[in-house]
């Protein structure tokens, strides 16, 4: 367990808590949907010199950034050390459309990177992980409303077998070795700050961008697909709160189920026409209605909420009203 220095910072409009704690934390796979927006909440809770990004790509970036392939277990090590890291987010992974279309290379990226730093951890060079899951684990015989926390997964994708095979990883760790992993299983995630990145559930995002720039959307699901999202806002609070809670409070060290809200491709196009009434939307689906098919339309997070006590700040309508105004900015910004 950390030991934070807590600073008071004033500022003129309120009081800035900035976190200190030893060590540094690392943000591998900073470039990806998640990436972005976690490393903006987490630079503003621990300072510019906490933080260390790294990608098997560069990022163009004002802190450190170390170009990293996450399976290179060597030059992961030598940074860990170098850099006196402490805490590890583990974010590089092949999504799930992304990895059926390459599935020996998404196993090897989603598997052999969470080993490396397992056994960093093992080792005691790493004291906490974050490694996110997904509702990818669970397939067409899991219980399709209020999917509970304990059920039945059977995951039919590479990227769900991955996952679910890497929280039985990181609970066998924590359980052998002591390993301090947390993890979420992450519904889809809609985000204005990275563009998408290959996910089924992606859909949720690339429809604003079309309904934004050319006002009509074609999209590769069926209208009536219901699936579990989330904003990115409280994606990102649900995973600094699950790592900013204490050692005890942590039961769970496969996966927590998370959820805010769920709808479907034909909801969604309504709520962003009361904004874009000019907006149209045709559907041609493809292979990823059959993945989109074996996965949960509405998730039980009970757990998550007793534990550490998880509650959303998005509803859906202000989810998409919030997404369509930082959106629009961005574009014009860009313009």
């Given at each position: ?53 790294s ?40 999504l ?14 989603n598997m ?37 926390q ?32 947390r ?6 995630l ?67 189920n ?24 045709d ?53």
């Open positions: 367990m950390f030991f934070y220095l807590i600073i008071f910072l004033h500022i003129c409009k309120g009081h800035y808590i900035m976190k200190i704690m030893p060590g540094r934390i690392l943000i591998i796979g900073c470039g990806g949907q998640i990436g972005t927006p976690l490393t903006n909440k987490l630079t503003e809770l621990y300072g510019s010199r906490q933080i260390l990004l990608d098997i790509k560069p990022v163009d970036t004002p802190l450190d950034f170390v170009q990293l392939d996450v399976t290179d277990k060597n030059t992961l090590f030598e940074t860990v050390k170098k850099y006196d890291v402490k805490e590890v987010y583990l974010l590089a992974a092949l799930s459309a992304t990895a059926e279309k390459k599935p020996a290379e998404g196993w090897k990226i052999e990177g969470l080993f490396n730093v397992l056994h960093l951890a093992k080792d005691k060079y790493i004291e906490k992980i974050f490694w996110p899951s997904s509702i990818a684990i669970f397939g067409p015989t899991t219980p399709k409303k209020n999917t509970p304990h059920t039945v997964v059977e995951p039919v994708t590479v990227y769900g077998i991955s996952k679910y095979a890497g929280e039985l990883w990181c609970q066998y760790y924590h359980q052998k070795y002591g390993v301090d992993v993890s979420l299983r992450y519904p889809g809609i985000s204005y700050d990275a563009p998408p990145g290959g996910g089924t559930t992606d859909y949720a995002v690339e429809i604003f961008h079309y309904a934004i720039k050319k006002q009509h959307y074609t999209c590769f699901l069926k209208p009536d697909t219901r699936l579990p999202m989330m904003y990115m806002p409280d994606a990102i609070h649900a995973t600094i709160s699950l790592m900013e809670s204490s050692y005890e409070k942590i039961r769970n060290r496969m996966s927590y998370i959820h805010a809200f769920d709808f479907t491709p034909q909801e969604i196009f309504n709520e962003i026409k009361k904004h874009i009434p000019e907006f149209t939307i559907y041609q689906p493809d292979f990823r209605q059959q993945i989109a098919d074996s996965w949960p339309q509405s998730i039980d997070d009970t757990e998550a909420r007793n534990d550490w006590g998880w509650q959303p700040k998005y509803s859906f309508s202000v989810m998409v009203e919030d997404m369509i105004k930082n959106l629009q900015q961005k574009i014009l910004k860009n313009v």
